[in-house]
């Protein structure tokens, strides 16, 4: 008699959690558009809106870094090497060979992604500290070509890069470059959570589980991760362009080593397999530097301290154990 008086309780419950689950995500993406709407009249000058955009800028990649670690579970410690081409990539195209900042950017872009798909082959077959060894070697040699490349990139004193301009338009000015930056973010938000609630976001997760299990099930492992991983890597490149084209000047130190641990560190202290992890995450760690100006020379220190913490106490990251927290009080 049990079993036949459960499925309607189980049915209830079905029912009533993706309207609650609905609901609050409708209600977290609100509150970020209402704070990034309002938040220009709050900020007093040039050097406010620079740091909300550079961490809008660092969010975004975050967001396609965490489909790729946390969700799937692969390791990548080169995904700067994929923000230096799309930023060289874009500047280069358009100085030297004249092309609209759009077309450059989309050209850079898919470079990046062709390149991820080139290497997922081989390298994504590696799993752990291997695969963080593949890709950081990746990203090192991204970053020695740039470097040596002095009559395209301009070597180690990096180079200009032209003004952005779309369908005519002139894009200047920090205001501007905020709200593009804004819509980007938000439409980054809801289509990663598209994606990680969508039959594809289930399997990418399945993987991360047990790449066994997956295969038992059906999922093609190799085939999905190929494909975030292009996802992410062609995400962070045309990033990268964009903030080439905001910043105005660009150097190899964009895809440094430094830089792709950076990357990751937001992911992790944020959260992994959150997509408001990494957004906070993108703005803990774009600020602290800020905050810790007085110390120069201990930011690389600090920085682990946050990191070892993070590891000890929150494993799962700032943002999932705060929210796990919360649901516990309250039941």
């Given at each position: 008699m049990s079993t036949m008086t459960?499925?309607?309780?189980?049915?209830?419950?079905?029912?009533?959690?993706?309207?609650?689950?609905?609901?609050?995500?409708?209600?977290?993406?609100a509150i970020l558009i209402a704070v990034l709407a309002l938040l220009p009249l709050v900020l007093p000058n040039a050097f406010y809106f620079d740091l909300v955009i550079r961490i809008m800028i660092n969010a975004v990649i975050a967001i396609a870094l965490n489909l790729l670690i946390g969700y799937t579970g692969q390791i990548s410690l080169g995904h700067a090497g994929f923000f230096g081409?799309?930023?060289?990539?874009s500047a280069i195209l358009t100085a030297r060979y004249n092309m609209p900042p759009l077309l450059s950017l989309a050209i850079a872009t898919l470079a990046a992604a062709?390149?991820?798909?080139?290497?997922?082959?081989?390298?994504?077959?590696?799993?752990?500290h291997y695969l963080a060894m593949a890709t950081l070697g990746l990203g090192i040699i991204i970053s020695i070509i740039l470097n040596n490349e002095a009559a395209w990139t301009g070597g180690p004193d990096g180079?200009?890069?032209?003004t952005f301009r779309?369908?005519?338009?002139?894009?200047?000015?920090?205001?501007?470059?905020?709200?593009?930056?804004?819509?980007?973010?938000?439409?980054?938000?809801?289509?990663?959570?598209?994606?990680?609630?969508?039959?594809?976001?289930?399997?990418?997760?399945a993987l991360h589980g047990s790449e066994v299990a997956a295969s038992v099930v059906g999922i093609d492992t190799a085939a999905f991760k190929t494909r975030v991983f292009v996802v992410s890597a062609?995400?962070?490149a045309a990033m990268g362009g964009l903030?080439?084209?905001?910043?105005?000047?660009?150097?190899?130190?964009?895809?440094?080593?430094?830089?792709?641990?950076?990357?990751?560190?937001m992911v992790v202290v944020g959260g992994m397999a959150s997509v408001y992890g990494s957004v906070f995450g993108a703005a803990l760690l774009?600020?602290?530097?800020?905050?810790?100006?007085?110390?120069?020379?201990?930011?690389?220190?600090?920085?682990?301290?946050?990191?070892?913490?993070?590891m000890i106490f929150m494993p799962r990251g700032i943002v999932p154990s705060i929210a796990a927290l919360l649901r516990k009080k309250d039941a």
């Open positions: 459960s499925p309607p309780a189980v049915t209830s419950r079905q029912g009533s959690a993706p309207k609650s689950w609905m609901s609050s995500r409708f209600t977290a993406i081409i799309g930023a060289y990539g062709a390149l991820a798909w080139l290497v997922a082959g081989a390298i994504l077959r590696l799993k752990g180079m200009s890069v032209d779309m369908f005519g338009l002139r894009l200047a000015g920090e205001q501007s470059w905020y709200w593009m930056f804004a819509g980007l973010l938000v439409a980054s938000i809801v289509l990663a959570q598209n994606l990680v609630d969508s039959p594809a976001g289930r399997a990418l997760q062609g995400t962070t903030a080439a084209f905001y910043m105005g000047f660009i150097t190899p130190n964009l895809a440094a080593f430094q830089h792709s641990i950076e990357l990751m560190t774009s600020l602290l530097p800020q905050a810790l100006a007085r110390v120069e020379g201990w930011e690389t220190v600090i920085f682990g301290f946050i990191l070892v913490g993070t």
